[in-house]
């Protein structure tokens, strides 16, 4: 379980008095206040009395219209406010009180999360209450901040809610917090508080609608999958965790995200959809997942992918897509968008949910579901590379992807073309550029062919557009190119001689 220690401290004095006249220090003098700020929670006590016997109260910077200066007057939980002027430095102190908070996070290796120099006072910019509040401003801090904070009731006082904090008796020494504000030399341990949390949730699951999100339409402001519209780098997608459950009473939501992911990346054009079977599935109710969906825009993967928690030691199930999409780059940057992304090492497994064996591979890869193996020797490997269209022309990941590239490419380096005058000019400039690059893309070795014209051609001219294209704005090219495909099968034809063989 999550444990959260709070450790009060009590400021040094901060009540100092000043001379009225400097030229006399033995003179009357005047209370000042070091280090406060407004809603500060302070403790105020008379030098005289024993340790604990001090007072609770909030500090509030105001400006005296009598004197005409700043000043401060401090309230109480109840009873009357107390103003600086009427206390005397040499028979009261001040304490200011804050509040560390440390969040220790289980595990083989337990984490801390520390928070500092925190107040008690719901209007103070450092407030505990705003810090852990049920609902937060920034995303970053509902996600990483485990617990909540609130006050009941709402209007709650700093001195009230400090209260709450420090009246409790420590377990050995039987002092409260409280009773240990005015003595110097009270150990930390006196004025900590641990709390053992239980009980806690994650909050509610998305459902698909948050995944497909908001236009915008209403307050300029996208959520979902409809904020990654605005990204024309993004070349993949992925939801890991959608599918979880789907055995479970979730199967209606997950299939409405996975349509969304497949609608978003086809709508997007140059981005492929990067699915998960769902967790405990078998063999045959992955195949009947697959049946329901078909696009060259999306790819499904299964089983999940095993690891250890590098919290708790303990095995945990994880979603293949954060893997696949991991490989899909490093296959990128390594060996390149063409190269199919299988055959690679699936990078901190120990395992996965099911082991496969060829047989089951074998059923299970011409439906477009691509598999993780184990191999004796190889290790744990990424084994398929289809997507789920029955189109033959599209069944593989990478020729989807590197088309997407190519097409990208082109659009981006032939925008010098758009508002130039269409003609034999133009037709011939942008047939150049995107020669160049074809013949590049052939010289690397990512096309099919012996020479460039088998590898490709490129055509803009007046047999690629009609006159109404013309009269409309339109330049249009036709290209072809011929991909290479992954060797999905090695095929070895091996014979032997007999004895009795003549020559």
């Known amino acids: 379980s999550v444990q959260v220690t709070f450790t009060v401290r009590a400021s040094p004095n901060a009540l100092a008095g000043v001379p009225l006249d400097p030229t006399d220090l033995t003179g009357p003098q005047t209370a000042v206040l070091r280090g406060a700020v407004p809603h500060d929670l302070v403790w105020i006590a008379d030098l005289t009395s024993l340790p604990g016997s001090g007072t609770l109260y ?21 009873g009357a406010d107390v103003e600086l002027s009427d206390l005397d430095p040499d028979l009261d102190e001040i304490r200011i009180i804050t509040v560390d908070v440390e969040i220790t996070f289980p595990g083989r290796v337990p984490r801390l999360e520390s928070r500092q120099n925190l107040s008690f006072h719901p209007a103070h910019p450092r407030a505990l209450s705003r810090l852990f509040a049920a609902e937060l401003t920034s995303r970053r801090q509902a996600l990483t901040i485990p617990f909540s904070l609130q006050a009941s009731p709402d209007n709650m006082s700093g001195p009230q809610i400090g209260r709450l904090l420090m009246e409790r008796p420590h377990p050995v020494t039987g002092l ?25 949730n994650d909050g509610l699951r998305p459902e698909a609608s948050d995944y497909e999100g908001l236009d915008g339409a209403a307050n300029g ?19 890991p ?27 997007m054009r140059y981005r492929i959809a990067v699915l998960d079977a769902a967790d405990g599935q078998a063999m045959s109710e992955v195949r009947a997942y697959r049946s329901r969906v078909d696009s060259k825009h999306a790819a499904l993967y299964y089983p999940w992918v095993t ?15 954060g893997f696949v999409t991991g490989i899909y780059a490093r296959n990128d940057v390594e060996k390149g968008v063409q190269k199919a992304p299988a055959n690679e090492v699936v990078r901190l497994a120990i395992g996965f949910e099911f082991l496969l ?45 590197y088309f997407a590239y190519l097409e990208r490419s082109i ?24 020669d160049d690059f074809l013949f590049n ?63």
Not at 59 to 78: I, L, M
């Open 58 to 78: 909030w500090a509030e910077r105001y400006f005296n219209d009598t004197t005409n200066q700043n000043t401060w007057r401090f309230h109480p939980e109840t």
């Open 176 to 200: 409260s917090i409280l009773d240990t504000l005015g003595d110097d030399s009270a150990s930390t341990t006196a004025r900590q508080l641990t709390v053992i949390l239980s009980g806690g």
């Open 221 to 239: 402001q996208k959520s979902g999958l409809r904020t990654l519209e605005d990204l024309e780098e993004i070349a993949m997608v992925a939801a």
């Open 241 to 267: 965790g959608y599918s979880a459950g789907a055995g479970n009473g979730y199967a209606v939501d997950a299939a409405q995200i996975t349509r969304h992911l497949i609608a978003h990346a086809e709508r």
């Open 307 to 321: 690891i250890l928690d590098p919290l708790t030691g303990e095995e945990l199930n994880l979603p293949p897509s």
């Open 357 to 401: 064996n060829k047989a089951q591979q074998d059923v299970l890869n011409p439906e477009g579901i691509n598999c993780f193996r184990f191999f004796e020797g190889r290790g744990y490997r990424l084994w398929g590379a289809r997507t789920i269209s029955s189109d033959s022309e599209w069944k593989y990941v990478n020729l989807r992807r």
């Open 411 to 434: 659009e981006l380096g032939t925008q010098f073309a758009v508002f130039e005058s269409n003609g034999d000019e133009l037709w011939a400039n942008v047939r150049r550029t995107i």
């Open 441 to 503: 893309e052939w010289k690397s070795g990512r096309l099919l062919g012996r020479k460039p014209e088998e590898a490709y051609f490129v055509r803009c001219d007046r047999s690629t557009m009609t006159q109404n294209d013309l009269d409309n704005g339109r330049l249009i090219c036709l290209i072809g190119v011929a991909p290479l495909r992954p060797a999905e099968f090695v095929i070895f034809r091996i014979g032997q001689w007999t004895a009795d063989r003549r020559s």
